[in-house]
């Protein structure tokens, strides 16, 4: 008993699920005996799995509908192809490698440890090969970074077109990396031989067969780039790049190459084909965007979302999202539930990371009102996230790469939520 209000504890936790009976539709009310509660179940008559039923555990069967997905008509092989991190069921800001997106231009390969080779040559003082374990021997860090394909939201620049935040924004993930800085290595071969380093470059290419090469300022890649071995504490996946793979934060994922095989010093960029007839954007008038290596911050809510409706009705509803900028930090996020017309800031889930996810959330009381929802991303550089108009009357309508623009999603009367395009 409460001396001073004359309530017990008892009554006042009766009072609140009564509370939160009336006001979450579908809560059953406490009076009504629930069978759940009453009844023993089957899973408590019995006794569970043991312990090494699975040695390496996999998701419980009744999440098995949050996977990769891949858009069939899109690529004409799965060989050279993509599919989508189901970005629209996760929640926080870390990708499980399982269920991180794959790009891949001629398939992944299996390369073990024992076969692994790293190379540096070109303009350095020693060219130097080195095995996985001479990797494993140099000072190590740790760090949380976004890998997001130039070609995500690509498919958008026409008009709305495909229904899910997996499809039109999964060509993401973010990984906590453990790795060698590249500068480390270059470092240990010695860039003497290179002289001025202002203009140079390096030349990345991995094992497989696409090689998938792309030039690097030498700036960058003396920066931050790591050469990473390990993906949110275990080794990387075959299909990210297993035994080692490039991080370069906050640039297009293209240039993250996995299998990482050699790093050559060059006094120019290569112009491979991924950085000339792909990753470029033509105008109009047959010009070309070239070099465009940062992604521009950009955001989407993941939930509702096209495959994640309102199934509860009116009342608390939480909305969430994820942003994120190449320049940088994330600083802010607005939503719109009127299509642009007006702005509520966003709660970040925690302080945003530089060049990494940053989760969101507005929780709202929602009066079942149908919604054009829209997320806007701002980054430490005051970058302010574009909508689709001024995306367009910067780029034309015949790029591909790079689509960062603002996207809507129609929710209606029902929660059914559907990507549409605001004018
Ligand atoms: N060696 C090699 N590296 C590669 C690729 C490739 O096909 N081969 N694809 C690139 C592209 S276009 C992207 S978007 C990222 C995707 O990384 P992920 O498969 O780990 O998601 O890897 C890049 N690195
Ligand atoms: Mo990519």
């Known amino acids: 008993m409460d001396a001073k209000t004359g309530t017990s504890r008892r009554s006042f936790l009766k009072g609140s699920v009564a509370i939160a009976g009336a006001s979450v539709a579908g ?211 075959m299909e990210h790049g297993y035994p080692v793979r490039l991080v370069v934060p906050g640039w297009e994922g293209n240039m993250w190459v996995k299998w990482l095989r050699r790093i050559e010093v060059t006094d120019m960029a290569v112009e491979s084909r991924e950085e000339t007839s792909k990753y470029t954007d033509v105008y109009e008038d047959g010009t070309a965007r070239k070099w465009t290596w940062v992604m521009d911050a950009k955001s989407v809510i993941t939930s509702p979302s096209p495959q994640m409706p309102i199934a509860h009705g009116k009342g608390p509803l939480v909305i969430s999202g994820l942003a994120w900028s190449g320049h940088g930090k994330i600083t802010r996020v607005d939503v719109s539930r009127d299509g642009g017309i007006s702005w509520e800031t966003a709660r970040l889930g925690k302080q945003g990371d530089t060049k990494a996810l940053t989760r969101f959330y507005l929780d709202i009381d929602w009066d079942g009102n149908p919604m054009l929802l829209q997320s806007r991303a701002m980054d430490e550089t005051g970058y302010v996230q574009p909508t689709k108009e001024q995306l367009r009357a910067m780029r034309g309508e015949n790029a591909v790469y790079h689509n960062n623009c603002i996207q809507t999603w129609f929710v209606d009367e029902n929660g059914v939520a559907e990507n549409v395009e605001v004018s």
């Open 27 to 237: 809560a059953a009310s406490a009076s009504e005996a629930d069978p759940l509660i009453t009844d023993v179940q089957d899973w408590a008559s019995i006794t569970g799995a043991g312990v090494d039923e699975t040695p390496y555990g996999m998701p419980i069967s009744f999440e098995k509908d949050v996977v990769r997905r891949n858009v069939e008509w899109l690529t004409a092989s799965p060989i050279s192809s993509i599919n989508f991190t189901p970005i629209h069921a996760l929640d926080g800001t870390i990708t499980p490698q399982g269920c991180a997106f794959e790009r891949h231009h001629s398939g992944a390969i299996e390369l073990r440890k024992e076969d692994y080779r790293l190379m540096i040559n070109g303009l350095v003082d020693n060219p130097l090969v080195f095995h996985y374990a001479d990797l494993e021997r140099f000072p190590r860090e740790n760090h949380v970074y976004f890998c997001e394909c130039a070609a995500n939201t690509g498919m958008e620049w026409a008009g709305a077109q495909l229904n899910g935040a997996q499809f039109t924004h999964g060509m993401i993930h973010n990984m906590e990396y453990t790795g060698v800085p590249l500068r480390t290595l270059l470092n240990e071969a010695g860039l003497a031989a290179a002289g001025e380093l202002k203009d140079k470059w390096v030349y990345v290419e991995g094992a497989d067969a696409s090689s998938n090469g792309r030039s690097i300022p030498m700036e960058k890649a003396l920066d931050d780039v790591l050469v990473a071995f390990k993906a949110n504490g275990e080794a990387l996946r």
